[in-house]
């Protein structure tokens, strides 16, 4: 009996002890970003009104899903407030949840950012269990660190060649150094280094070889055979088209051997268009006749590419071949950058060949009904000075914005030229008065994008347009004749031109304010197989969207289309190699709709062909304007992405129709 008390008192005591044990709540693990989560969708919405206390609560929320959108939500905020707390989440448990955080210390461009960052870097994760956020941390460094840090983010060498997300986040903290125009030889070095030898992760290579290409003030002469090993063994055309540019800038006899030798072999059209670029960097006899037969590829791209080498390396020898060429049956896309070559280099004193010059560039004017032609002959014909008066009279009376805005273009660009002065003489003060009065008129027009454009042109210092005006005061009345936000490009171009023609500072750019929603009902009516589909007339592109990243740009893109807002638009920018932009009601890169959704930066990159986002002047200036990527475009990270192109089909200025 006593025993058996004892025993009972013995599970009494387990069972109470047991009782006091503290409730431990189940940890979540998982980030599930459902686009539908009626909390990441309020997060979305504080983030759009920048509502920042509140966004900082879900910065403790048990759910790691919250904590990273509301970290990312700082990406697109850029307020150095959230530093500190962002810098705690540097430590989350959730490794996502990290790489969250420092993305946003990183947009943020803080330098006080830089040790916060460097403090949370994992250097004993030997297992890996924070490579990613650790990569991270290593990108976001290269936005906001010192020279200093360059050096040492450049010089680590302890990273294997299969520790991938090591290895991109060592490259892209590089490559984000340069974007601000700071470089350091061991940067360089190690950039090299990457794109070179194929034992790296593609993705790598990718980064080094783009950071070779697209970074100023470089000297690669030393490493050029190591970069035209690299090209000729390399097999993935985004990494060639970047070498290629590389190889250029070598300016040895071995990068131009190798680019001219393989040019004609090369089947992507996309190296083609970049191998050409290249090829300017060299002696001009020892390159044109492979550019000659470029000219004539069947690739519109790479044809135009060729032609434009033409303008920039042309000689006043071959200056009758170049209106020859011109003249034969090619697209108007390749006729027109000849022509303007042969009127480059044309000598003055060959006036009867100046003047059938400039009759056959005006015919074609006349008779072309593609705005964009006439567009292209404007420039064209900017090439002789003489030709001011007529181009601003086509100018003023076209019908088409895009021939409008071409023709301020290509007055701005004869102003430009070196010698403005002595080419008209003892009239040049009176041709200058003749333009600002052209410019006045434009900006009197009312028209958002004349009135951008006269005032880029108006700033111009050589010129000095204000010493043969007699007022400014029209510039006043047209700025507050602007209607904003729709108008925020042109508002913020004109406002800088009236603070520099008056003699005081430049104001600050303005922003808009929140004014654009996010609809969330279309949104929840979407399914994780809705998709957009864009018809042209050369095939369809299929679009994958993007409404976790970008809910706004999203609902407005659906929005726009079943109200049929694009039907009939044009691509109405396209350069080979780069992008294709349309989405503008105007067909110039002006028109929008009234509103500006709030842009969304996120951590994708732009490291492919197909990738879709935002055209814009700044942040939340969107609007309905889009541009696809020929290729890997990894300078345009931090534009908003809202959707991913998946078919292969574009042309020049194509008409389409998106439909849902």
Known sequence: MSSMRKSLSFLWLMFFLAGCVPYQEEVIKDVNLDFKDPVLQ???????????????????????????????????????????SLSKLLKD??????????FAIGQIGSARGEILLLQAFEQGDTAGYFKHSNAAVLEAVGKCGTEKNLQALATISTYRVRDTALLEGQAWGIYRYALRNIVHIDGTKKMVEMASDLRFPASARMIAANYLSRTKNIDLSEYAQSLVSAFTKETDPRIRMALAVALGKTKSDAARDALVGLLASEQDYRVKCNMLRALANFDYATVKDVVWTAVRDKNIHVASTAAAFFIEKGT????????????????????????????????????????????????????????????????????????????????????APAVRIAGVQAVAKMCDSEGFDSFFGLGARQVRREIAYFL???????????????????????????????????????????????????????????????????????????????????????????????????????????????????????????????????????????????????????????????????????????????????????????????????????ITPFLQKWKKEWTWYTAYKPAT
């Open 42 to 84: 309020k997060i979305k919405t504080l983030q759009d009104g920048q509502r920042l206390d509140s966004l900082f609560l879900f910065f403790k929320d048990k759910n790691p899903a919250y904590r990273y959108a509301a970290a990312i939500a700082f990406g697109s905020i850029r307020d150095s407030i959230a530093l500190d």
């Open 93 to 102: 448990p959730i490794e996502k949840v990290r790489t969250g955080a420092a």
């Open 316 to 399: 006043e020898a071959e200056a009758r071949l170049y209106f020859q060429v011109a003249r034969d049956t090619l697209p108007w896309q390749v006729q027109m950058p000849l022509f303007a070559a042969a009127h480059r280099y044309l000598p003055a004193y060959f006036e009867d060949a100046k003047g059938f010059l400039n009759y056959e560039i005006r015919r074609r004017f006349e008779a072309s009904r593609n705005a964009y032609e006439k567009a292209a002959a404007l420039q064209a014909l900017s090439e002789y000075g003489w030709n001011f008066r007529y181009v601003i009279e086509k100018a003023m009376v076209a019908d």
């Open 440 to 638: 006045q008129d434009a900006v009197n027009t009312g028209d958002p994008g004349l009135i951008a454009e006269a005032a880029i042109l108006l700033r111009n210092k050589k010129m000095d347009f204000k010493s043969v005006m007699d007022s400014l005061t029209f510039l006043d009345r047209a700025l507050a004749g602007l209607k904003l936000p729709g108008q925020i490009e042109t508002y913020n171009e004109l406002k800088k031109t009236i603070d520099i023609l008056n003699g005081r500072p430049e104001s600050a750019p303005k922003k808009p304010d929140f004014n654009h929603p996010i609809d969330w009902k279309l949104i929840n009516e979407m399914t994780e197989t809705t998709r957009a589909r864009i018809e042209t007339k050369k095939g369809t592109i299929v679009l994958q969207l993007f409404p976790m990243e970008a809910p706004g740009s999203v609902a407005n893109f659906i929005k726009l289309s079943k109200d049929g807002f694009f039907d009939g638009k044009n691509f109405h920018r396209v350069v080979p190699n780069f992008v294709i932009q349309g989405g503008c009601p105007r067909g110039d890169g002006y028109g929008g709709v009234g509103y500006t959704p709030r842009s969304r930066l996120t951590p994708l990159h732009y490291d492919n062909e197909g990738d879709v986002g935002m055209a814009s002047s700044g942040n939340h200036t969107e609007g309905t304007q889009f541009f696809i990527t020929h290729s890997p475009t990894p300078h345009l990270d931090g």
